[in-house]
C-alpha cells in the first residue's frame, strides 16, 4: 500500500476488467447468435485466487516479493464481471 500508486491501480484495472469487458463485448453477437442455434454459450474469465484471498505474506521472503494490493483488487474485479 505504501508503495503503490494510483496509477498502478489504475493500469492493473484496466488491464483486468476493462480489457476483458471490451473482449466480452466484442463477442455478444457471436455468443446471442450460439445461444440461438445450440440454446447455450457462456464466458469463462480465469482470474487469480488471489481475487478472493489476499497473500499469506509468510510464504514469501518479503512483502515485495508478494502480489501487490492492486493486483487482487482488479483480479476481484475481473471475477464480479
Do not use: H, W
Not at 8 to 32: C, K, S, W
Amino acid at each position: 500500500m505504501e508503495t503503490a500508486t494510483d496509477s498502478d491501480y489504475v493500469n492493473a484495472y484496466d488491464i483486468a476488467v476493462i480489457a476483458a469487458q471490451r473482449l466480452i463485448r466484442g463477442f455478444l453477437p457471436a455468443m446471442r447468435e450460439a445461444r440461438r442455434k445450440d440454446g447455450d454459450a457462456a464466458i469463462i474469465n480465469i482470474a487469480s485466487m488471489y481475487g478472493l484471498v489476499s497473500p499469506n505474506l509468510r510464504n514469501y521472503d518479503s512483502a515485495e516479493g508478494s502480489n501487490p494490493p492492486f493486483y487482487g483488487a482488479a483480479k476481484a474485479g475481473l471475477i464480479q464481471l
